[in-house]
Every structure is written in structure tokens, then in C-alpha cells.
């Protein structure tokens, strides 16, 4: 085999389909505020909460190797954070929104270097406990409306048509947003970086790449992401206390979605989000009973399928809907009998 | 109350924190993993404690041994069943599927003793507390259960220190391979350091449970303040999670009494956040983390 018998590619003909079904998705549902019921739309805000939080927390737990258990800390500093740029400095709520993700990320900055210093399970547990803390702080200031919480005035003031649309289609756009901006991660320097670490941290740090610094900026973006996730719940819900907005079920969520969907790859939240939410809407009247058919169907997925539905998928039919990946492609030398040569797609080897 | 009070109780606290704290770091020490479901094992064994008082109507002493016992062979299964099979290159799978168990182990129990908060009674020794002078009496139980978990940290001492099983816990933590090439059957090890971490924190939840009132909730909260005990106190020493237990205590309940009720807690995480900035290691740091 010569050099030029391969070459290296990352999108393939069919990524321009699934560039153009997507935009045609995101384009159908962005026309929901026009003819669908208000329930509807609020139903799917949260799915699309849930959507942003999973690819967050994969981004954390399933690209940089750094489960979180404590992401709600975020969450639930979006929320408040909303309160506090919307209804004491007066800020649009839609605005705020946003300024609510740099609240988290503001916190989540003097927290990394803290928690790095803690490993695999233990930096699990640290982070839990940096939410404990921040919930523990929220719950015994007066300001902050302690154990009873706030309602977000500046947002539950807005029109009411105003308010429903604009919070869906803000969800939305946070979804998609998320997703986009974990493509775009993975596709640049420092996704390369992740995936060395990932891979062989030892190897990375020698190849050049600094540990420290990518883990950082993973961690600090999904602060951000975590907060605006939070800031959009408490759009929807209007009503904040440190009990709901810290909760540990955030993360429950995000683990399960990820976990049933695909660790590591950018379907699997979205997959995982669709399955949680579809058995949600049916099973949500046994909560507990969920609860415990979502912890065993997690414990059952991490153990016999660690890439979850989307990693059999992908091992089964070699397809990624996002090109993320180098893919080498062999190009198979002309044989002599001319057999019905299966063009440029000849066998396929992967370095992810 | 007085702040000699507070201190002593506060001291004594820590005894508990080290026992629930003890097990954690034992599987550690030995496979390197974080049982993220380790504090709701412990409000597990309460629970079990509690139903066989209940059904069989026995004492809570012969139900806490029963129940002690019980966990020992979970822990085994467990460890041999489940858990092993996450071993491996993938250091995330432990992490998640412990945090699976954790959240089945919690809707199961509210499943099925409901989420009401239930206590196990003990009698007499509950109330009764040695009066040193007017204002400073130490009560009896948080005494015994101080001493209880100094007796099982020197007992796992000694048993990882003296004998020939505890000799091949220390070979299977510093190099798996060597100790499997030795002939130790590293799955039987880590089943048995499993069975082990859950008698004693079967023994905590029981104390627990005597001491105070629980709920299927607690474990998280459990599993918290036992792993700010093990990085305080320095990851591998085991009489260091006992230092680590006490520090926390001290700093909950003087906090407490500082501060007014609501801030005790977090003074706790505010000195474990302080230690963790400014010694990392711990306090007696013996092994290296993975």
C-alpha cells in the first residue's frame, strides 16, 4: 500500500443530510409558539432543559472524564442568578438569562482549582459537597429569601404571551445552543486536548498538552452552560427555593439521560433525553417507582453498555450523525478481476 | 449550652463520622474506587435493623449483630456480583454505577418504609450521661459509640497490620498484578474488603439510627461527611479518618454554637474546603492517590 492510499476525513456526504434535517427540526419546532398549547410548550421547555443539562454534564463526565455529581450547584446559582440580575438590578429576564450562566461561571472559577486537587470518585464527592455549600449559603441568607425561596417578579411580569414563547424558544435555543457548542468544542484544539487526555493523560501531558487548562475551560463551560440551564427552569417555573434549585435530582437526571443515551458522544444525551422524557410523561405518577427503574436501568447500561443505546448503535452500523471524529479511509488498490469496487468507502478505521 | 459541652459532643460526633468514614477508605485503600452509594448502605442497615426489631420483635443488639452480619455477606455479593465487573480501565464506570445504587437504594427504601423519618430504640442507654460537674455531663451513647469506632479502627488495623488476609489487602493496593502473580485472587480481596467496609458501616447506620432519627434520604449526607473525614484525615491512614471525623465534629457543632443552628453544617464543609486548599494531602497522608 502506497502513502496516497488513504486519506482522512472527518464529514461525509451524509453530514450534509443531517446538517439539513437538523435545520429543518430546529425550524419545526422553533414554529411551535405559533399553534401549540401553552402546557405543550412548557412540557417542552423542560425537555429541552434537560437537553442542554445532559450534554453539559456528558461534556464533564463523558469527554473529560470528570464525573460530577454536584452540577446542581450551578443550576441552582442560574436560577437565583436570574433573581437577582432580573428583579434587584433590573435587568431584562431574558438578559439575565445569560448573565445568569457568568454568575456560575464567576463561582465555578475559584472552585476548579480547589476540587482538581480531588481524583476520579473523590472529585465526584467534592463537587457534591461544593453544591452543598452553596445551597447551605443560599438557604440561610435573609437576602436571598432563605429555605422559602423567591419568585422571579421581573419574568412573572413580563406579558404572559411574552413570557411563554419567549422562554420556549430561549429553551430551545439553549438546547441547540448546547449541542453546537459541544460540536464546535470537540472539533477545536481543545477538544483534540480532551480526547488525548481521555485517552492517556500521562501521554497527553508529554505530547505538550496542558491538563490543567483544558480541564479548566471544560469545567468553566459547563458551569455557564449548567447556569443558563438553571436560569431557563426558573424562567418557566417562576418560583425559586434552594431545596429544588440544589438538588441532587439535577444530577440524577443528566447521569441517567446520558448513561441510557451514549457517554461520550453528542447523540447520546439527545437520545437519552428523548427515552427519559418519553417514560417521564407516562411513569411520572410513580415517582419513586421511576426513580428506581431509572437507577437500575443506569447501573444495568454502565455495566453491560458503557456507550449506552448510541454506542451499540455506532458499533452496529459505524454511523456519527456529528463528524467530530477523524475518520481514515482506506482506499482499496484496483483489483485485477474488477469486482464491483465499493468506491472510496473501503474499510474505515477510526481514531477518536 | 456551654462550649465545653458543645466540644465534647462535637468530639464524640466525630467517633461516628470516622466509623461510616472507615469503610469508605478501605475500599479505596484496596481497589481505588469511590463507593458513591456507601452512606445510603449504611441508612440501609438502619432500615434493616429497624425491620427485624419490627417483624421478629427482637432486641436492637441481637438485630444490629443479625444485621451487621447480613451486610457482611451483601457487601461480598455485592462486590463479587456487581461491582468487580466495573473494575477496570474505565475509571468512570465505578463512579456511575455506585451512584446508580445509591438512587436505587434510596427510592427503594422510600418505596418501602415510606420517606417518614423512623428511629430505632434502644432503651435506657439512650438517655442516661455521666455528670462531671454542673454544667458538663457526657451522655452515655455518643461515649460508647466514640468508643466503639476507636475499637474498630484498631481491630482493621491490626487485622490489615498482623494478619496473613490483611497482608494480602496491602499487597492487592500497592500493585494488583504482583499480588495476582503472588496467588491472590485480587476478586475474592476486594469482595472481602467490600463485605468488611459494609459490616462497619452497617454498624454506623445501627448507631445512627439509635442515636438520632433517620429517613431513606440521609445517605448522601452520610456519604459526605464520611469522605470530608477521609481526605482530612489523609488518604490510607485509617487513624487518620478518625482525626478527620473529630475535626468535622468539632468544627459542625462549635459552628453551630457560633454561628445559630443553620450555619453548623456548613462551618463543617468550610474547614474541610480550608484543609483541602491548604493541605490537599491531609493530615497524615501514608499512600499516594490514584
Known amino acids: 500500500m502506497s502513502a496516497q492510499d488513504f486519506s482522512v476525513a472527518r464529514s461525509t456526504r451524509m453530514h450534509r443530510y443531517v446538517l439539513i434535517m437538523g435545520v429543518l427540526i430546529v425550524a419545526a419546532l422553533a414554529s411551535f409558539p405559533f399553534w401549540a398549547q401553552v402546557s405543550f410548550l412548557r412540557t417542552m421547555v423542560t425537555f429541552f432543559t434537560l437537553v442542554a443539562l445532559a450534554q453539559m454534564w456528558n461534556l464533564l463526565g463523558g469527554y473529560a472524564g470528570m464525573i460530577s455529581v454536584g452540577q446542581q450547584a450551578y443550576l441552582g446559582l442560574g436560577a437565583y442568578g436570574l433573581w437577582l440580575m432580573g428583579d434587584v438590578f433590573h435587568i431584562h429576564p431574558f438578559v439575565s438569562v445569560i448573565l445568569?450562566?457568568?454568575?456560575?461561571?464567576?463561582?465555578?472559577?475559584?472552585?476548579?482549582?480547589?476540587?482538581?486537587?480531588?481524583?476520579?470518585?473523590?472529585?465526584?464527592?467534592?463537587t457534591w459537597v461544593v453544591a452543598e455549600v452553596v445551597r447551605l449559603v443560599v438557604a440561610n441568607i435573609q437576602a436571598t429569601g432563605g429555605g422559602s425561596g423567591k419568585t422571579v417578579i421581573s419574568a412573572a411580569r413580563l406579558p404572559i404571551d411574552t413570557r411563554i414563547n419567549g422562554t420556549y424558544l430561549l429553551a430551545l435555543f439553549v438546547a441547540v445552543g448546547s449541542i453546537l457548542l459541544v460540536y464546535f468544542l470537540l472539533r477545536s484544539r481543545l477538544g483534540l486536548a480532551l480526547t488525548a487526555i481521555r485517552d492517556n493523560e500521562l501521554?497527553?501531558?508529554?505530547?505538550?498538552?496542558?491538563?490543567?487548562?483544558?480541564?479548566?475551560?471544560?469545567?468553566?463551560?459547563?458551569?455557564?452552560?449548567?447556569?443558563?440551564?438553571g436560569a431557563v427552569v426558573a424562567m418557566n417555573l417562576l418560583r425559586i427555593q434552594p431545596a429544588a434549585a440544589f438538588s441532587i435530582n439535577w444530577t440524577a437526571y443528566a447521569l441517567f439521560i446520558v448513561v441510557i443515551g451514549g457517554f461520550g458522544s453528542i447523540e447520546g444525551p439527545i437520545i437519552g433525553a428523548v427515552i427519559y422524557f418519553t417514560l417521564l410523561q407516562s411513569l411520572s405518577q410513580y415517582g419513586t417507582t421511576y426513580m428506581l427503574l431509572l437507577g437500575v436501568i443506569a447501573v444495568a447500561m454502565a455495566t453491560k453498555a458503557p456507550r449506552g443505546i448510541w454506542g451499540i448503535v455506532t458499533k452496529r452500523w459505524n454511523v456519527h450523525l456529528f463528524p467530530v471524529?477523524?475518520?481514515?479511509?482506506?482506499?482499496?488498490?484496483?483489483?485485477?478481476?474488477?469486482?464491483?469496487?465499493?468506491?472510496?468507502?473501503g474499510p474505515v478505521a477510526e481514531a477518536s | 449550652m456551654d462550649w465545653a459541652n458543645v466540644a465534647i459532643q462535637g468530639i464524640l460526633l466525630g467517633g461516628l463520622y470516622a466509623l461510616f468514614a472507615t469503610g469508605l477508605a478501605l475500599v479505596f485503600g484496596v481497589m481505588r474506587m469511590v463507593n458513591l452509594a456507601h452512606g445510603d448502605l449504611g441508612i440501609l442497615a438502619a432500615f434493616v435493623a429497624l425491620f427485624l426489631v419490627q417483624s421478629f420483635h427482637i432486641g436492637v443488639l441481637w438485630s444490629g449483630l443479625l444485621t451487621i452480619v447480613i451486610m457482611f455477606v451483601v457487601g461480598y455479593l455485592l462486590q463479587r456480583g456487581l461491582l468487580n465487573f466495573t473494575l477496570g480501565s474505565d475509571?468512570?464506570?465505578?463512579i456511575v454505577v455506585t451512584f446508580?445504587?445509591?438512587?436505587?437504594?434510596?427510592?427503594?427504601?422510600?418505596?418501602?418504609?415510606?420517606?417518614?423519618?423512623?428511629?430505632l430504640d434502644a432503651g435506657k442507654i439512650e438517655n442516661i450521661s455521666i455528670r462531671i460537674s454542673d454544667k458538663l455531663s457526657i451522655g452515655w451513647f455518643p461515649l460508647l459509640v466514640f468508643i466503639t469506632s476507636i475499637v474498630v479502627i484498631a481491630l482493621l488495623q491490626t487485622f490489615l497490620n498482623r494478619t496473613k488476609l490483611g497482608r494480602a489487602f496491602r499487597a492487592t493496593s500497592d500493585d494488583r498484578e504482583a499480588a495476582e502473580l503472588m496467588g491472590i485472587n485480587n476478586r475474592h480481596i476486594y469482595g472481602l474488603a467490600m463485605a468488611i467496609a459494609l459490616a462497619i458501616v452497617a454498624l454506623a447506620g445501627i448507631l445512627l439510627a439509635v442515636r438520632t432519627t433517620f429517613d431513606p434520604t440521609q445517605g448522601p449526607f452520610r456519604l459526605i461527611y464520611a469522605f470530608e473525614a477521609v481526605i482530612m484525615g489523609g488518604m490510607g491512614s485509617i487513624w487518620g479518618t478518625l482525626i478527620g471525623g473529630i475535626v468535622l465534629g468539632l468544627s459542625q457543632t462549635l459552628g453551630s454554637q457560633a454561628f445559630g443552628s443553620g450555619w453548623g453544617l456548613l462551618v463543617g464543609h468550610l474547614v474541610f474546603l480550608t484543609v483541602l486548599a491548604v493541605r490537599p494531602s491531609g493530615f497524615f497522608a501514608k499512600t499516594v492517590t490514584a
Open chain 1, 100 to 126: 445568569a450562566g457568568g454568575l456560575a461561571l464567576l463561582v465555578a472559577l475559584p472552585v476548579a482549582p480547589l476540587i482538581f486537587r480531588l481524583r476520579g470518585g473523590y472529585f465526584a464527592i467534592g
Open chain 1, 203 to 229: 501521554a497527553a501531558q508529554s505530547s505538550g498538552v496542558n491538563i490543567f487548562r483544558s480541564k479548566l475551560y471544560v469545567y468553566l463551560i459547563s458551569a455557564f452552560g449548567c447556569g443558563v440551564v
Open chain 1, 325 to 345: 471524529r477523524r475518520r481514515l479511509v482506506l482506499e482499496e488498490p484496483p483489483e485485477p478481476q474488477g469486482t464491483t469496487g465499493a468506491g472510496a468507502a
Open chain 2, 91 to 94: 475509571d468512570t464506570r465505578p
Open chain 2, 100 to 119: 446508580g445504587l445509591s438512587i436505587i437504594i434510596q427510592n427503594g427504601l422510600i418505596m418501602w418504609f415510606s420517606a417518614d423519618s423512623q428511629g
